[in-house]
């Protein structure tokens, strides 16, 4: 996805504005609080959360846990501000990651509905941050607190029994499944964290050094890559909120005051440190390295060494559920302190381009369904050419800018054309497409009119010309489905109509071909010509046989043109026979004296010259027009046609022969494979099929010999 590598940094959009719109009533829809929410469910929700809202909801697996279990972030908005909510640093702490989940489900529910959620407008907030959660950073530590041991290496369970003082009971775990606790981790004076018990254990243990966890180290790697300006983690219990690291003068103030609103949402108690902090945390850290605001929520009242009671998630949500939007939008105002006026000025215009062209995708993309969602409509081309308007003040707005400032502003513009590039390439195929349609409108008029002739001809070619020319154009089209879906509503019923006179135009062509060289006298390759006529004729009717059954009535046939082709094939046979003279009694006479040649054959070769005149035959029996015979005629000619027809099959098992010695020789020289050998045996099964068809035994018997196949 073209916008995956703008994840970590994104840039200026507009102040959100909160105003009244219809408030969100509606309960989450994907996200169970009911049930104890573990690793496994956790993930499933994650997934469809992103299928259902594929615009607005994107994950990615950051790092793996000592046990190999995935740690995922998921990014909900659109914004280029940047804030992070996590949950589940501890063990028995899970129930933050139900908050977290809420928080993904019920926003986009809101920001899809255009309502209010609890006075925040959702898609503002989320049109101008990103919020990045990572709902479960110890997935280990969560396993085994809900289901003990039975989901670990047997290998390992002495250790972690050890760990928990010898006691089978789970509960109370804290730390990862290596015994460390994840949040006491962090290098924030970390060399000063106390009441460690000096080793692996299901609480407090610091690790043997800052950063050692495989959990802690993706955490802080994420952190890095997309430089949140805001952090909230989520923990459990006491209904207090952690927020000061040793910040001083007016850092401290602006984290007072926030810290002082989310307190007031929520109701939980701001802890103001005497003396000594701990340290290790990842909002120490973040608030330490990074000089931003971060803030540990501990939700619940105080429960003991165990998790939240579910049967609390309902006072806890109604306290926190709009903390992630006001993080979200907090972060925001902070991002837009670090720009001077010129810049922000720049990067709101680009913001503007940019998020303009992401709102082009879901109308060539996930809008479409079916074939009747494509199309062009005037909401479509308005925001295109306001997508194009605002790329193009954007770019005229970089001027005076420094360069790093151009350069980074200039990734998203580049970003912007292609998106905007994507919607051309659709709208373009849209145009193509319809032109097409009518096009084949105009030729379906012509076919039913019932005549062939050139201007029918030029007009197959030209429908021809505009397929192809449709195809490429819908080969630009983004996404593979969506460029079948164009195809299915363009392309095919154009193929369709088509091909359904495909072999009548060939046909024709070919019959004014044979009319040219007749009238021309050019003769050697008439009768070749005729049989290929014939083998088109055949082909005609099997082309409509299966286009009727794939596509039922929509190869019909058409008998006036029909009569029109085989009363021009009847004058073309007459007017070569009076040409070359063709003497229906001495053919007659030529076919017994070949069946005799055929049956006094004592061997058979490859240059046998008996096959090049059965070949002949078989080109003149079609200039022969059956219905025009007397009656004698009639059983003469019936005679040879039956004759005709030993001969063509002895001339078949011949060549069949003839190509398994060939490759019996291949076979015995050494350039044997499977592909050769089923090959062989396929030609011999065929050749024995041709040969039990005819009447002479003794030939029979000499192909049989001559081939060595019994």
Request: with cysteine; hydrophobic share 35%.
């Amino acid at each position: 996805m073209r916008t995956k590598q703008l994840c970590t940094f994104f840039f200026l959009f507009t102040l959100v504005v909160l105003f009244a719109l219809p408030e969100s009533t509606s309960a989450a829809s994907y996200v169970s609080n009911n049930k104890v929410y573990t690793y496994e469910i956790m993930e499933q929700d994650i997934k469809e959360l992103a299928q259902a809202y594929p615009d607005l909801i994107s994950y990615k697996v950051i790092g793996k846990s000592e046990y190999g279990r995935n740690i995922y972030a998921v990014s909900l908005g659109k914004g280029t501000s940047v804030v992070q909510v996590n949950g589940s640093h501890h063990a028995r702490e899970w129930m933050t990651t139900m908050v977290n989940m809420n928080m993904i489900d019920q926003y986009a529910n809101a920001y899809k509905n255009g309502s209010s959620y609890h006075g925040y407008n959702v898609r503002s907030v989320l049109n101008n941050s990103t919020i990045w959660f990572v709902p479960m950073v110890n997935p280990d530590g969560v396993t085994l607190q809900q289901f003990g041991l039975k989901k670990f290496p047997s290998s390992d369970h002495a250790a972690i029994i050890k760990m928990n003082d010898g006691s089978m009971d789970f509960r109370r775990w804290k730390a990862n499944a290596k015994g460390i606790d994840l949040n006491r981790q962090y290098d924030a004076d970390w060399n000063n964290i106390c009441c460690s018990p000096g080793r692996p254990y299901f609480k407090n243990y610091p690790g043997p050094r800052a950063n050692y966890a495989k959990e802690t180290i993706t955490m802080v790697d994420f952190t890095n890559k997309t430089k949140p300006e805001m952090v909230v983690s989520y923990h459990s219990s006491g209904e207090i909120l952690y927020w000061d690291f040793h910040q001083t003068g007016s850092w401290y103030d602006r984290d007072h005051a926030l810290a002082k609103s989310i307190g007031k949402t929520t109701g939980y108690s701001l802890i103001y440190p005497k003396g000594y902090q701990s340290g290790g945390g990842l909002t120490d850290w973040f608030i330490s390295h990074y000089k931003r605001p971060a803030f540990t929520i501990e939700i619940s009242p105080y429960v003991g060494e165990t998790s939240v009671p579910l049967s609390y998630f309902s006072s806890i949500w109604s306290e926190n559920k709009t903390i992630g939007l006001y993080a979200a939008n907090e972060g925001h105002k902070l991002f837009l302190t670090k720009y001077n006026p010129v810049k922000a000025a720049a990067t709101k215009k680009v913001n503007d381009a940019f998020l303009a062209s992401k709102s082009l995708s879901p109308y060539h993309t996930s809008n479409l369904k079916t074939t009747a969602d494509i199309k062009a409509s005037t909401s479509f081309i308005s925001l295109y050419n306001k997508t194009g308007s605002l790329i193009k003040t954007a770019e005229q707005s970089l001027t005076g800018l420094t360069k790093s400032d151009r350069d980074f502003l200039s990734q998203y513009i580049v970003e912007a054309k292609s998106r905007k590039l994507d919607a051309a390439r659709f709208i373009d195929a849209v145009y193509v497409g319809d032109q097409l349609l009518e096009q084949k409108g105009r030729f379906t008029t012509l076919i039913n009119q019932n005549k062939i002739d050139d201007n029918f001809v030029a007009q197959y070619n030209a429908m021809s010309s505009s397929i192809n020319k449709a195809e490429q154009v819908m080969s630009s089209v983004y996404g593979s489905q969506y460029r079948q879906l164009t195809r299915d509503k363009y392309i095919s019923p154009s193929k369709i109509a088509r091909e359904s006179v495909i072999y009548e135009v060939s046909r024709y062509n070919l019959l004014n071909i044979i009319e040219k060289e007749l009238n021309n006298e050019q003769f050697e390759q008439i009768e070749e010509r005729f049989a290929v006529l014939e083998r088109l004729e055949d082909r005609s009717v099997q082309i409509k046989e299966a286009g009727n059954k794939l596509y039922p009535g929509k190869y019909p046939d058409h008998p006036e043109i029909e009569e029109q082709l085989v009363t021009l094939r009847e004058s073309l046979i007459q007017q070569y026979k009076k040409i070359v003279g063709i003497d229906e009694a001495v053919f007659f006479q030529e076919i017994e004296q070949l069946y005799t040649d055929y049956e006094s054959l004592t061997t058979i070769s490859s240059d046998l010259s008996l096959l090049d005149s059965i070949h002949h035959a078989e080109e003149q029996i079609t200039l022969i027009d059956e219905t025009s015979l007397d009656a004698e005629s009639k059983v003469l000619y019936d005679e040879a046609i039956s004759k005709l027809s030993e001969l063509s099959t002895f001339k078949e098992a011949v060549l069949l022969g003839e190509e398994i010695l060939v490759l019996q020789a291949e076979i015995e020289a050494g350039q044997s494979d499977e592909q050769k050998l089923a090959l062989v045996n396929e030609k011999q099964q065929l050749f024995n099929e041709k040969v039990s068809t005819l009447l002479n035994e003794a030939i029979k018997q000499l192909l049989q010999e001559t081939y060595s196949i019994q």
